[in-house]
């Protein structure tokens, strides 16, 4: 006499219902983190910017100067809501690297502002930029400010944050 074979589960287990509703923790980053990881590189690429249009001969047509402002209205027209709405999404994922992903990924729609400049020209080349630049720095500021972060655990017993971490 032989046993049978143990049958599988066609669907995938779910879970409870008590572990379904029990909060997760969450990635908390306050206002100081937020404002490191966004304003401080923004501040840079206009710095970087700036410092371009005194480089002679390579701003010879103006081209560079005029994006000053423009990378100013992109950090505030799609910096600032992109960075909070990323940090809100990914408030579960415990993992840096994803907030850092997203915050790249905020920068790199800097890029498409300049065609707010006109679409003549070379300003359709000057996309990257301003982009890559943009995204590679929002990310390596959203990694800097990541001491500025907290992981705010709703099952533990301790209700208060550790001292110094700053809450939004």
Known sequence: MTTPAPE???????????AAAAPKPQLKLGLVGWTVSWLIPTAVMGAILLGLSFVPGLDGEGYLTPLIPL??????????????????????HLNPVTH?????LVG???GPVVLIAGAGGLMPMLIPIIGFPAGI?????????QPLASILDPTSEDDQPAEGDSQE
């Open 8 to 18: 599988k589960t066609t669907g995938r287990r779910r879970r409870s219902a008590a």
């Open 71 to 92: 990378l100013g209205g992109a950090a505030v027209a799609i910096g600032i809501p992109g960075t909070l709405l990323v940090s809100w999404l990914l408030r579960h």
């Open 100 to 104: 850092v992903l997203g915050y790249v």
């Open 108 to 110: 790199l729609l800097y």
């Open 137 to 145: 720095l929002l990310g390596a500021g959203r990694w800097v400010a």
